[in-house]
């Protein structure tokens, strides 16, 4: 099968956790930039990643790049790349996003309308024609300037990965499922281990926990833009990556996933997401204020997303709160403690100065996700030693 060099944007700040995903599926990557991971697939990496990969936002095939200084070189170079390979004369094409850093060209309507016409101009020469019915599947474009250098991607994902089709109903402020798969998947968490979320809102976190413990893709249940192109990623590659990932579930494991939160409402919501999710018997929900905060087992993992204050509560009361979570944190038998939060006096309520904070851009407002390390377990016996 053809090579191509595919992209995968993600959240600014995990990017590393997206390489080691694309590098565990099988495949090199090529490069790594701010909020995106180049890497060399061919058909089956495009169904392949879009239906695995817990953590990209979408998939681009990379169609090409080129330095663009005016608005006559980004229509030069537009009209120089190979669309035709791509788009049928009926395709319905168009730059859907148009993101511009530190470059001349900037205004996000402008690169788009230029980008489109000089599509056009190229396909009319390709396909001999002076009208495009534009009648069939959808192409769409993402481009990103970055240092004046302009790269190319046509968009084999269509709704973002984050949906993975379980979150009909959401809460207040919730997690992005990718943000909070990648999360989980920068800490040491394994299946066999216990985890508890105590601000689980709608359940993002201990979801995306069970879907990992139980091996199930976050895209086994949803389709992708291009499953409706046959000519890049025919139906049969696509069947096959589905094929693969079912294999690949396991329901039948035991788990010791919890969500806790002080809403009833809020917990019915992450009730209903994790049956629709298929994990429901992998999770125990309960209403629980994060002052009674209590778990008997040992070697845990509290992965949470408390209020930030920005949209939930007033800043002067995240201080009582990140307290309690400190004061209840402390009376766990060895466990550690990561949270994501923009609140800037995180660790000083909580009473502990994290082992490791990571910046991670939560859509546009930056936030840390602390470490407070416990003890690791000791090593099992190997049985029959
Ligand atoms: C930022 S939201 C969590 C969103 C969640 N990660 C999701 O994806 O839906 C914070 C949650 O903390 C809960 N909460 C606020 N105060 C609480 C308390 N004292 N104890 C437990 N939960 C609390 C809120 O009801 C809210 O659902």
Known sequence: MNTMELIAPCHFGLEAVLKREINDLGYDISEVDDGRVTFIGDAEAVARININSRTAERVLIKVGSFDAYTWDDLFEGTKALMWEEYIPSDGRFWVTKASSVKSRLFSPSDIQSVMKKAMVERMKQT????????????????????KDKVTVG????????????????????????????????????????ILVDPFCGSGTIPIEAALMAANIAPGLNREFRASEWEQIVPARVWKDAYDEARE????????????????????????????????????????????ELRHPGRYGFIITNPPYGERLMDRSELG????????????????????????????????????KNRKIYNGMLQTRFYSFMGPKPPKRRQENA
């Open 154 to 193: 046509l968009d084999t994902t269509g709704d973002s990965l984050h949906k993975r089709g379980y979150r009909l109903l959401t809460a207040k402020a919730p997690i992005a499922e990718n943000l909070a798969a990648a999360l989980i998947m920068l800490t040491p968490w394994r299946a066999d281990r």
């Open 248 to 291: 690949m579930v396991n329901t039948d494991i035991e788990t010791d996933i919890q969500g806790y939160d002080i809403d009833d409402e809020v917990l019915a919501v992450a009730r209903r997401n994790a049956e629709l999710a298929g994990v429901n018997k992998l999770i125990h929900f309960q209403k629980r204020d994060v002052s």
């Open 127 to 146: 396909y001999h024609v002076e009208r495009f019915p534009e009648s069939g599947t959808d192409y769409p474009v993402r481009t990103f300037i970055y």
């Open 320 to 355: 009582e709160l990140y307290a309690a979570l400190g004061r209840q944190y402390k009376g766990l038998n060895d466990f550690s403690l990561y949270m994501i939060t923009s609140y800037d006096e995180a660790e000083k309520a909580i009473g502990r100065k994290a082992d």
